[in-house]
């Protein structure tokens, strides 16, 4: 919540989304 005014995302779901995307990538195991 603290970033969403930097984040593109529309929601707190999908900017929830995209940093799990981004943790996905960086090899951490994300649990939805």
């Known amino acids: 919540k603290t970033k969403m005014p930097d ?3 529309g929601s707190l779901q999908a900017a929830m989304n995209s940093i799990a ?12």
């Open 7 to 9: 984040m593109t995302a």
């Open 21 to 32: 995307g981004t943790a996905r990538s960086m090899g951490v195991d994300v649990e939805s």
